[in-house]
């Protein structure tokens, strides 16, 4: 029985947890646990959190850190703990929680992959709903990215991430990121950079699987300003690790 851990960053998520989707859901034939943290958060969320902790673990940021070093911090927990593997997943469920066992089922039959990243892709037959201010801005940052790493990425931005547990991941996750909006995309650049198995062994151990579900939730923390801080990033990013 294979375990797995899911980050899940909270920053005042009080009114957005759905506590029942949590404390409900269960991996057939895989031992699952949440790690949650608490970034900071100025309203209730610890309490919300507190009441859903049998089985899971809660790790308390005492300062709002941004949801790069609250994923970076939670990860820290979950590699102490050597479970086969660890991912992320948003608070607001945007994505449901069904969606996890395609990404472990992935894993399983593929033990050359390494990383499989949610992608939001709009099909016939998914339910895939975004605002169209997202979609089209995120396209722009996605094509930006994917010639900045020199990847075929489709989505870099989902929410949603398995990573299979190795020492890679424990190197690639030691040092807090340089961004914050787009540290999924410093993910990539530091096993791009860091991997002595080289750049053609990371493509591909990274597998693109498209959800079928994905709901824009109202309350998102995203706003428009942030693509621009975005671009700003994805410069940041191509000089520090010299993409």
């Known amino acids: 029985m294979s375990r797995v851990v899911i980050v899940v960053p909270c920053f005042n998520e009080e009114k957005r947890i759905d506590v029942q989707a949590f404390t409900s859901f269960a991996l057939r034939d895989h031992a699952l646990s949440f790690c949650f943290v608490n970034d900071g958060s100025t309203d209730d969320t610890l309490r919300v959190l507190t009441s859903i902790r049998d089985g899971n673990a809660i790790v308390d940021l005492e300062r709002n850190s941004g949801k790069a070093e609250a994923v970076r911090r939670g990860f820290a927990f979950a590699l102490a703990r050597k479970p086969d593997y660890i991912g992320y997943w948003d608070a607001d469920l945007a994505a449901p929680l069904s969606e996890l066992p395609a990404f472990v089922d992935l894993m399983e039959a593929r033990p050359d992959l390494e990383i499989v990243f949610g992608s939001r892709v709009k099909l016939m037959g998914r339910t895939i709903e ?114």
Request: glycine residues 4%; proline residues 4%.
């Open 130 to 243: 975004r605002m169209a201010w997202r979609h089209y801005l995120g396209r722009l940052s996605a094509t930006l990215v994917s010639a900045t790493l020199a990847l075929p990425i489709y989505d870099t931005q989902c929410g949603h991430k398995l990573f299979r547990t190795t020492d890679m991941l424990a190197r690639v996750f030691a040092e807090p990121f340089s961004t914050n909006w787009l540290f999924d995309v410093e993910i990539l650049a530091r096993f791009l950079t860091m991997d002595p198995r080289g750049r053609d062994h990371v493509s591909k151990m990274i597998y693109e699987l498209p959800l079928t579900e994905w709901v824009d939730v109202r309350g998102s923390k995203v706003k428009a300003t942030d693509f621009a801080r975005g671009l700003r990033e994805v410069w940041q990013i191509k000089r520090r690790y010299r993409l």
